[in-house]
């Protein structure tokens, strides 16, 4: 069993940043990825960065590729989202997850594991 709890949202304006955090516990940290997903309001949940246990991979979706990085440190076993450049299309619940095994993919179906969320809101 993994437990997952995302920190770090907030209220910020367009071209702002945050960092979001994603502390996990219950299983051995470094043996699975973790990936970050948004839901902005009426819309379905989407993929947005994902990276491996190691840290040594990492992968963005296109529209927040350039703004947004994805990191973790072990030694804390929290995963961060720096994102930066923020703008109001940005505004979402901002979920983490963690797969039941050692791939990562970009589905919802891919993750077993979710926290319970963090509100970021970008205003114009």
């Known amino acids: 069993q993994v437990q997952l709890v995302e920190s770090g949202g907030g209220s910020v304006q367009a071209g702002g940043s945050l960092r979001l955090s994603c502390a996990a516990s219950?299983?051995?940290?470094?043996?699975?990825?973790i990936g970050w997903f948004r839901q902005a309001p009426g819309k379905e949940r989407k993929f947005v960065a994902a990276?491996?246990?190691?840290?040594?991979?990492?992968y963005d979706s296109d529209y927040v590729k350039g703004r947004f990085t994805i990191s973790r440190d072990n030694a804390k076993n929290t995963v961060y989202l720096q994102m930066n450049t923020l703008n109001p299309e940005d505004t979402a619940i901002y979920y983490c997850?963690?797969?039941?095994?050692?791939?990562?993919?970009?589905?919802?179906?891919?993750?077993?594991?979710w926290g319970q969320g963090t509100q970021v809101t970008v205003s114009s």
């Open positions: 990276i491996s246990g190691s840290g040594g991979t990492t």
């Open positions: 219950g299983r051995t940290f470094t043996s699975y990825p």
């Open positions: 997850a963690a797969p039941n095994s050692r791939y990562y993919g970009i589905r919802e179906s891919d993750y077993t594991y």
